[in-house]
């Protein structure tokens, strides 16, 4: 309701808004455009599109049917990976053995990933990755090649990260390690460890 408060001490966005939506604006804008064949990991790759982010789905629904299913498909792949690069329940083992090999999952039908937490906000593309890799094998293989080696060399990049700032946080770690320690021992602690 705020929005709309703002928007009308601005009439020209109203007029805009009002046009882009009612007089052709929207279609001048995102022109009707081929479609893609409907199968059912289609459906469900733009069901998960729209779910994992309704503004960039809204871009690609605007491309040629040409580009749409690529464009598609690398972006659930890369929202895949950066699933399990934010899932702070996997142990960092397994996180690091699954971003480093995600690029070869894209290859083998059938596969999905159920071990994400429950409450991970898009666990469920990983639940059902098998239509995001049936739609990924359709596509002609010098684009999946790219996707692939992409998501490859991102997801080596998020596991150098990974080392980086656990090698930090040890180095931290050791140098603050008295601070930490008294601090620990005074805050869980607080009537055992007080200098009397």
Same mark, same amino acid.
């Given at each position: 309701?705020?929005?709309?408060? !703002?928007?009308?001490?601005?009439? /020209? ?19 009707? !455009?081929?479609?893609? #064949? ?15 982010? !309704?503004?960039? /789905?809204?871009? @690609? ?6 580009? $749409?299913?690529? @464009? /598609? ?34 290859? #083998? ?13 898009? $666990? ?16 002609? #293989? ?44 005074? /805050? ?7 200098? !009397?």
């Amino acid at each position: 309701m705020n929005n709309i408060a !703002r928007s009308l001490t601005h009439p /020209s966005e109203v007029i805009d808004l009002l046009s882009f939506q009612f007089l052709g604006g929207k279609e001048k804008l995102f022109p009707k !455009r081929g479609e893609v #064949e409907m199968t059912e990991s289609w459906e469900k790759c733009d069901y998960f599109l729209t779910k994992t982010s !309704r503004s960039f /789905s809204a871009v @690609i629904k605007a491309l040629d049917v040409e580009l $749409r299913p690529a @464009i /598609s498909v690398f972006y659930l792949v890369l929202r895949g990976l950066d699933t399990v690069e934010d899932d702070m329940t996997l142990n960092s083992q397994e996180k690091q053995t699954l971003l480093t090999s995600f690029h070869e999952k894209l290859y #083998e039908k059938g596969w999905t990933f159920d071990g994400s937490g429950e409450n991970e906000k898009d $666990r469920q593309l990983l639940v059902e990755f098998n239509v995001v890799i049936e739609e990924f094998l359709r596509l002609d #293989e010098p684009l999946q090649n790219v996707i692939a080696d992409i998501c490859k060399k991102m997801g080596a990049g998020m596991v150098e990260f990974i080392h980086k700032v656990n090698a930090y946080t040890l180095a931290y770690i050791v140098r603050k390690r008295k601070h930490t320690f008294t601090y620990l021992r005074l /805050s869980c602690f607080p009537n055992q460890f007080r200098r !009397r």
